[in-house]
């Protein structure tokens, strides 16, 4: 084989090897930016156990009402020290049946929350274990 | 003894000729196909320099440059069969499409190539990808896509385009869903519409007392 033809498989083997690299790079993070407006009553409900907290309300992205949530907390006394709660909240899509559920932590100290999302509709499946942080007012979802 | 040694040479001869007949039309043939390899090379080259991968592939041409010059010099590449040539070609230019309409179809040029910051370890498995499944799903997705154009450019989004809409989420695969959505939640941001106030298949009910509320 001359060095030309040598040359030429080269340069195939590089593109190939170029594309397989490409496909390959990380993709990009991508982020989603909720707020959360409670319109119901938040509500306590104690037991012998502990206390479930009920809440509920509307869904903006940058002012713009998307959705509702429904969430409740499971505070306890076993778990007092922490001073956190077992949370989840599901995001219900305003319009079509689209639905996120997030489960995590609340922590009663800061209104702090961490989690990630553990359910979707098929709709938003590609936020299935998007981490998500911020507090009950406004949560953040890096997927 | 003199007839068997000429029997013995006519054969050799014969197998030479055979032999070297069979060479040649391979040879010849690998240059037709050398050369319309090439040319697929080219277009597949000149289609890769848009958008954000540009730099990447530069630079990544760059070092190939680097070592062409050392492993020529060197004269120690293994070749690969024609048909591995072809075959991974014929690939790339399948990936490379895919790519251009999914992804390039999304952003503008300067947005791409404003991306270039990569935080996710996330990898994109394309192997296992049926080109179907991939076709559909992008076409889809363009229609997808196209209302939210028209919703962006009427400043509304009704309730018959969301019902549309809603259907074709529904068909996309992950990646496009992705697409779709980033898209959607981007115009949201950017206040070019609203999500219609009332959901066509939902009705207004008072607190329930069973699970389907009517039965």
């Known amino acids: 084989m001359d060095s030309t033809s040598r040359k030429k498989l080269f340069k195939l083997k590089s ?8 496909f390959s790079l990380p993709i990009f993070a991508g982020t989603l930016n909720f707020d959360f407006v409670r319109t119901s009553t938040l509500t306590n ?52 049946d689209h639905n996120i559920t997030v489960q995590g932590t609340h922590y009663f100290g800061t209104g702090t929350e961490q989690g990630s999302v553990s359910a979707t509709s098929s709709a938003f499946s590609y936020l299935k274990d998007a981490n998500v942080s911020g507090t009950h007012q406004h949560l953040t979802f890096t997927y | 003894m003199k007839l068997a040694k000429s029997l013995t040479l006519a054969t050799l001869a014969l197998g030479l000729l055979g032999i070297g007949s069979i060479t040649g039309s391979y ?66 230019e399948v990936r490379q499409s895919k790519l251009e309409t999914e992804f390039y179809s999304l952003f503008s040029e300067q947005e791409l190539q404003a991306e270039s910051d990569p935080l996710s370890t996330e990898v994109v498995n394309t192997q296992d990808d049926n080109n179907d499944q991939v076709y559909a799903s992008r076409e889809q997705l363009q229609a997808g896509i196209e209302l939210l154009d028209q919703a962006s450019l009427s400043g509304a989004l009704d309730n018959a385009s969301m019902d549309q809409l809603n259907i074709i989420v529904e068909q996309l695969d992950r990646e496009s869903k992705k697409r779709f959505w980033e898209r959607m939640f981007a115009d949201l941001q950017a206040g070019k519409y609203q999500l219609p106030d009332k959901d066509s298949a939902a009705d207004y009910y008072e607190l329930p007392n069973s699970e389907v509320v009517g039965e």
């Open chain 1, 45 to 96: 409900v104690d037991d012998a156990e502990g206390r479930w907290q009920f809440s509920g309300g509307k869904v903006y992205l940058s002012g713009n009402h998307v959705g509702y949530f429904v969430s409740k907390k499971r505070v306890s006394f076993g778990a007092s020290p922490v001073n956190r709660a077992a949370l989840e909240t599901t995001i219900i899509w305003k319009y079509g």
């Open chain 2, 27 to 92: 040879l010849a043939l690998s240059t037709i196909d050398f050369n319309s390899l090439e040319q697929r090379i080219s277009q597949v080259e000149n289609r890769s320099t848009l958008g954000v991968l540009a730099d990447e592939i530069k630079l990544l041409k760059q070092r190939f440059d680097e070592l062409e010059v050392n492993i020529t010099s060197h004269q120690d590449i293994s070749p690969l069969s024609q048909s591995d040539y072809s075959n991974s070609l014929a690939d790339l």
């Open chain 1, 15 to 22: 593109l190939i090897f170029v594309f397989a690299s490409l």
